[in-house]
């Protein structure tokens, strides 16, 4: 069937470097891509989304690029702080149904201070 | 603006008992969905309701599980006879209403943390 999946289980960075998290999608009919953050204990919370139209968005510290040709979709955090310290996700919606998230395994960021 | 809520936080039950989930959604919000999360794994999708309406159940295991969102009160998420393989956290999320073809963001809660011993 039809999923998303993660390239890296666990990623340790120091505080102030970069990180980039990485997301496989294999259902291109998907018309958004979401990244969830998870802390230890709490529900999924929204960072940010991109449209299967987009290649590039840009939030507070986070970008998501889409290159729809690898089916790949990545999250980049600039200067990473141990608050960033969480379990990120990807997700995807869209084709016949907008009211299910597809998520991928998810991917564990450790910020060393 | 109080979030999604969801109760109680943890549930233990032994197997053959009944467990039911409460999820309040936000304010504003008519849009229901439930997912689930076994350990070290990513959220599941299992139903998505509207007051009253059950819109895709495509994630419901077909027996023992059911959803409610009636018209009135929170929705449940019911387990009849739970087995040790129910034990997951679940969670609800809510979304206002959706334009035809629209994606809304989606809104968690804390979610419940179900045991069976």
């Known amino acids: 069937g039809e999923s998303v999946g993660l390239h890296l289980p666990t990623l340790s960075v120091q505080e102030g470097d970069n990180s980039i998290i990485n997301c496989a999608y294999s259902?291109?009919?998907?018309?958004?891509f979401i990244w969830y953050k998870q802390e230890s204990g709490k529900g999924p919370q929204f960072i940010i989304d991109?449209?299967?139209?987009?290649d590039k968005r840009q939030g507070q510290r986070v970008t998501v690029l889409l290159n729809k040709t690898v089916k790949h979709l990545s999250l980049q955090i600039a200067a990473t702080q141990p608050g960033d310290s969480a379990v990120y996700f990807c997700?995807?919606?869209?084709?016949?149904?907008?009211?299910?998230?597809?998520f991928g395994q998810g991917t564990i960021l450790t910020v060393h201070p | 603006n109080a979030g999604v809520m969801q109760n109680p936080r943890h549930l233990v039950r032994r197997r053959g008992q009944e467990a039911r989930l409460r999820c309040s959604p936000m304010?504003?919000?008519?849009?229901v969905y439930w997912y689930r999360q076994l350990p070290e794994e990513g959220l599941k999708f299992m139903v998505y309701?509207?007051?009253?309406?059950?819109?895709?159940e495509s994630g419901m295991p077909k027996e023992r599980f059911s959803a409610e969102f009636p018209k009135e009160g929170p929705s449940i998420l019911r387990i009849q006879q739970v087995v040790r393989g129910d034990s997951a956290a679940y969670f609800c999320?809510?979304?206002?209403?959706?334009?035809?073809?629209?994606?809304?963001?989606?809104?968690f809660g804390p979610g419940t943390r179900l045991t069976v011993l």
């Open positions: 997700a995807e919606i869209g084709g016949t149904s907008y009211g299910k998230l597809t």
């Open positions: 999320a809510s979304s206002p209403s959706l334009p035809a073809g629209a994606y809304n963001e989606q809104f």
């Open positions: 259902n291109s009919a998907s018309d958004y």
């Open positions: 304010k504003g919000h008519s849009h």
């Open positions: 991109i449209r299967s139209n987009m």
């Open positions: 309701l509207q007051k009253e309406n059950i819109i895709d």
